[in-house]
């Protein structure tokens, strides 16, 4: 099964709202990675986020991490109709391998 | 520098023949992933390559689906037989070392028909 799930499914914003995307996963991480892919590319990355982190910025990214409540947030603000992609968040491997596993990604559409 | 480059980007093939797939890595990264997505779903893990070494490949089915990645050139996925259920988008990263951030082809679409 998935490890990390994102929440919403799907989300559809106007142009200058925030956009908040969860991630939940089951078993212990050592980082959480968020990526980004437009429609018919490759995943462009984020943010990568460490297991003894809480919070992350990248200039409208903010990303925080829960590893009690096992849960990430990807917060995007004042969305712009170019942030309109799936968002996929990426829990590394258990046992050290690093190999990220992915959720099935929100969609995020941004109104103009 | 550029980046992870993929090719061919799309690939139609009729049941029954073999699929190559190519990756080049970006520059000075050694370790490479395939990973495979269905439409509206995440990226599926299939193998992981350092340099001759294939470290991981517990996501490839074992039939049909092989991987390299050799000393000179880019790394290979190579399905055989391609089956209807094969046609997906096939995606390469490649990262410096085993713990840092992977960055991603454009990807190679494959259609069996």
């Known amino acids: 099964s998935q490890q990390g799930e994102e929440d919403p499914q799907a989300l559809s914003i106007q142009e200058g709202e925030n956009a908040t995307m969860n991630c939940s996963y089951k078993t212990s991480i050592n980082n959480l990675q968020w990526y980004r892919q437009n429609s018919g590319r490759g995943l462009v990355h984020l943010i990568l986020?460490?297991?003894?982190?809480r919070e992350k910025h990248s200039g409208r990214l903010r990303v925080t991490l829960d590893t009690s409540k096992k849960s990430s947030s990807l917060l995007i603000t004042a969305s712009r109709a170019a942030d309109t992609a799936s968002y996929f968040c990426?829990?590394?491997?258990?046992?050290?391998?690093?190999?990220?596993?992915f959720g099935r990604g929100t969609s995020l559409i941004v109104h103009p | 520098n550029a980046g992870v480059m993929q090719n061919p980007r799309h690939l139609v093939r009729r049941r029954g023949q073999e699929a190559r797939l190519r990756c080049s890595p970006m520059k000075g990264h050694s370790h490479v992933y395939w990973y495979r997505q269905l439409p509206e779903e995440g990226l599926k893990f299939m193998v992981y390559?350092?340099?001759?070494?294939?470290?991981?490949e517990s996501g490839m089915p074992k039939e049909r689906f092989s991987a390299e990645f050799p000393k000179e050139g880019p790394s290979i996925l190579r399905i055989q037989q391609v089956v209807r259920g094969d046609s997906a988008a096939y995606f390469c990263?490649?990262?410096?070392?085993?713990?840092?951030?992977?960055?991603f082809g454009p990807g190679t679409r494959l259609t069996v028909t």
């Open positions: 986020i460490r297991s003894n982190e």
């Open positions: 990426a829990t590394d491997g258990t046992g050290g391998s690093y190999i990220p596993t």
């Open positions: 990263a490649s990262s410096r070392d085993r713990a840092r951030e992977q960055y």
């Open positions: 390559l350092q340099k001759e070494n294939i470290i991981d």
